[in-house]
């Protein structure tokens, strides 16, 4: 190695790695990547390096205001270093021809998407998939993702979204997998892994863990909000998701829109070093969202150079659409504002995630057009979104065991989701196939053939206003052809149907686009127009079995009461109709939990599981006491607690059983209990293990997810089922952030959901 090769070695490991002194040794393939790069560093110009800096929207899809042009120009010119929302592998491999043939260093290009949840073969909305609770085949999703994917060009997804939300409101709720940072932190690792694998064969790709941080706090649920919380709050609540992803390997990371602790996130040093970098020891690159650099500007951080700087220094590698570090950081080194250093960590770090993709060693790895024919769409992953679709499900209701539904009869199929492909999606199905899917009534008569009959009608569009209606269902793509029939008729159509049916299904909810990036709402009750097909519906005295189309948690207080059966399918994604014709007569037996609290109203919004007690608790199974922490107007209960979900079975739970009443620091104890599926048809039942640190140095949740376990057993059979609880179980981030067990009393919950549990207790000494 050439001496001056050698200095920038050096230099640049120190500037990655703080202090010589700390820096661990290299493995042989890392010291190959870094002279690699090094060598190629040294041959770059200033402007090529802040070229690999900058990542333009092909323009293919349009998110966000902003646009880039004359794309090709740029790249010949070396000012880009990848692309995002182009789709197709002719398109991808033409492109990146024009990096590695006509732009001076030949260094290939990087090809983003938002592959969030599957590409052609779409599986359930991520907060759908949340509600599996089994990490296998949440991966697997993840992995078949990235096959098609990576078969079609992509080597980058802006997956997984990792955001803890609770409140309903927010329309990317759905993106997220919930509420919990427990089983957030599970579902965001997982993901990771099926993405990435081992980031070497030709379908493995770069994730992109998002939005961080703290998107999924916004204020009043309205997008794009201010968040504002403590630093404990944040560190035991809301950053585990993101960690756990970076634990788990995830090569790169989003800087979320909103402003953390008063500083926008995409120029926070201190989330983007301070705690990525240095806390969690973060290897990879920081990408920021569609504009976020520019963003600053209006948040009140000041010019373009200014926030561009701000950016580069905080530690963010990559500017998404803004253009803000092609178009100010030359400037920037000269008045001495940012570091050639800092210029080039970004570009190493950018350049390493190419070098670990294999893209110097085969540029055109994931341009493989006979692999897409094959492997994409392909009748086994379409099988695979089908069971991981009724898995995703969850039965909320089942009066007089309403279901499953016997395959005889009438059924009498009706609302606007019945014989709908598009809106069986959800949001951000940007590869979808969209007249591809299986509609509710496809899938009904599959399964039926010629042993019973299916009547539809629509019943009702999505909401009575038209206008509105464009807003919150047709926007992006026009999916939805409105019924220009009036309410009053629509319904009159339905009941028709309904006179002549056994039994209702009635599909009914939102649409695709109800929720998603800037999807907000302050209602979350099923729209009136559909409310009121349900009434009619519901006053036939039919039984009505109401198949619930949903991104967010809605408020179902009516439907609760009045409906005897709900299935929530969430958006189930390219094999709709068959997995929910499979739980509807009983050949999949529901299985899902929720990963996020129903409300009984908007009121009660952010409603959470994993609450403080207050000085002035209200005591269990109350209502209202005068000055106790509750409403005059509503209890403090939610309709359906987090973990909740039915089955066609039934499980009986007996008390639990501890190794030892005693934890030692460094030793672990187990809770046990016998789980017997009492009922008549074999299930799957989430068995969810809860703890509770009685006393500590700040208060503590009432309970928080500690352990789940997914088992399958067969009608009559019994099992015990074990947990491990150790030191580790009972650590929390104290008030100087410090992450500890304190000593003192416990109690051990084991239960179906968050609210009916098994209880134990203690000590750990
Ligand atoms: C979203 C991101 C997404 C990006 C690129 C933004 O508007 O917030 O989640 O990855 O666009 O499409």
């Not at 427990?182 to 030709?202: C, D, H, P, T």
Request: proline share 4%.
């Amino acid at each position: 190695m050439k001496r001056a090769n050698i200095l920038v070695v050096f230099l640049t490991l120190l500037v990655l790695n703080g202090s010589a002194q700390t820096k661990k040794p290299l493995s042989t393939e890392e010291a190959k990547m870094n002279t690699f790069i090094s060598n190629l560093m040294a041959k770059m110009t200033v402007d090529e390096k802040i070229g690999q800096l900058n990542l333009p929207s092909s323009g293919d899809i349009t998110t966000g205001q902003a646009n880039s042009s004359d794309i090709s120009k740029k790249i010949k010119e070396g000012q880009v270093g990848g692309l995002f929302n182009i789709k197709g592998v002719d398109k991808i491999k033409a492109v990146q021809k024009i990096a590695v043939e006509n732009s001076r260093m030949k260094i290939p290009l990087l090809f983003g998407m938002d592959v969030i949840h599957g590409y052609n073969t779409v599986f359930p909305i991520p907060l759908g998939v949340s509600c599996i609770w089994d990490m296998a085949t949440v991966q697997k999703s993840a992995r078949i993702a990235a096959i098609e994917a990576s078969a079609s060009g992509i080597n980058w997804t802006f997956s997984p979204m990792v955001d803890i939300s609770r409140d309903p409101r927010w329309g990317r709720i759905s993106e997220g997998s919930g509420e919990d940072a427990y089983l957030g932190s599970q579902i965001a690792a997982a993901m990771v892994r099926g993405y990435q694998g081992k980031l070497q064969a030709n379908n493995e790709i770069l994730a992109c863990v998002k939005h961080y941080a703290l998107y999924g706090a916004a204020e009043a649920g309205r997008d794009y909000n201010t968040t504002d919380m403590s630093k404990v709050r944040m560190y035991n609540e809301y950053f585990p998701p993101y960690k756990a992803a970076v634990d788990a390997g995830a090569a790169s990371i989003m800087a979320s829109f909103n402003e953390v602790d008063g500083i926008p996130a995409t120029g926070s040093k201190w989330l983007m070093t301070d705690v990525l970098r240095n806390q969690w020891g973060f290897k990879g690159f920081v990408v920021t969202d569609y504009t976020g650099i520019p963003e600053m500007i209006a948040h009140g951080m000041g010019d373009l150079q200014t926030v561009s700087a701000l950016a580069l220094n905080a530690g963010v590698d990559m500017d998404m659409v803004g253009e803000g570090f092609l178009g100010t950081l030359k400037k920037s080194l000269a008045e001495k504002k940012v570091g050639i250093a800092q210029i080039d960590r970004a570009c190493r770090l950018v350049l390493q995630a190419k070098y670990k993709l294999g893209l110097f060693t085969d540029p055109y790895k994931f341009c493989n057009a006979e692999r897409a024919q094959k492997e994409v769409f392909s009748p086994a992953n379409r099988q695979v979104a089908r069971e991981v679709a009724g898995e995703s499900f969850v039965l909320l209701k089942n009066n007089n065991n309403l279901l499953p539904l016997k395959k005889s009869g009438t059924i009498g199929l009706i609302g606007p989701l019945a014989d709908n492909t598009a809106n069986m999606y959800g949001t951000w199905s940007v590869a979808a196939l969209f007249d591809q899917s299986v509609t509710v009534l496809q899938g009904l008569k599959n399964a039926l053939g010629n042993n019973a009959k299916v009547l539809t009608a629509r019943g009702a569009n999505f909401l009575a206003d038209s206008t509105m209606e464009h807003r919150y269902v047709n926007i992006h793509n026009p999916t939805y052809k409105r019924d220009p029939r009036t309410e009053a008729e629509m319904i009159k159509e339905a009941l028709e149907v309904a006179k002549k049916s056994d039994v209702i299904v009635a599909t009914i909810g939102e649409g695709s686009e109800f929720t998603g990036e800037s999807s907000s709402v302050t209602d979350i009750q099923i729209p009136e127009t559909q409310k009121n097909l349900l009434k009619a519906l519901a006053k036939t005295g039919k039984p009505v079995v109401l198949v619930l189309f949903t991104g967010r948690p809605l408020a179902l207080n009516w439907e609760q009461e009045n409906i005897p059966a709900i299935l929530n399918v969430w958006f189930p994604g390219s094999e709709a109709g068959s997995a929910i014709a499979d739980v509807l007569f009983g050949d999949v037996n529901p299985s899902g939990k929720l990963s996020t609290t129903f409300p009984q109203n908007v009121g009660q919004v952010p409603l959470y599981y994993a609450h403080k007690n207050t000085g002035r608790p209200l005591a269990e199974g109350k209502w209202f006491e005068k000055f106790r922490s509750n409403y005059l107007d509503v209890s403090n209960d939610p309709l359906y607690p987090f973990g909740f979900g039915l089955s066609y079975t039934t499980f009986n739970y007996g008390d639990i059983k501890l190794s030892s009443n005693t934890l030692t620091k460094g030793k672990s104890i187990t809770a046990s209990v016998t789980l017997n599926n009492t009922g008549k048809y074999d299930g799957k039942e989430v068995v969810q293990l809860y703890i509770q640190d009685l006393v500590g140095s700040i208060t503590r949740p009432v309970k928080e997810l500690k352990g789940f376990q997914k088992v399958n057993l067969k009608a009559g059979e019994s099992k015990t089922i074990t947990f491990n609880i150790s030191e580790n179980d009972l650590k929390f981030y104290n008030s100087d952030l410090k992450f500890v067990a304190e000593p003192g009393d416990f109690k051990v919950f084991i239960g179906t959901n968050s609210r009916d549990v098994k209880e134990a207790s203690f000590t750990l000494k």
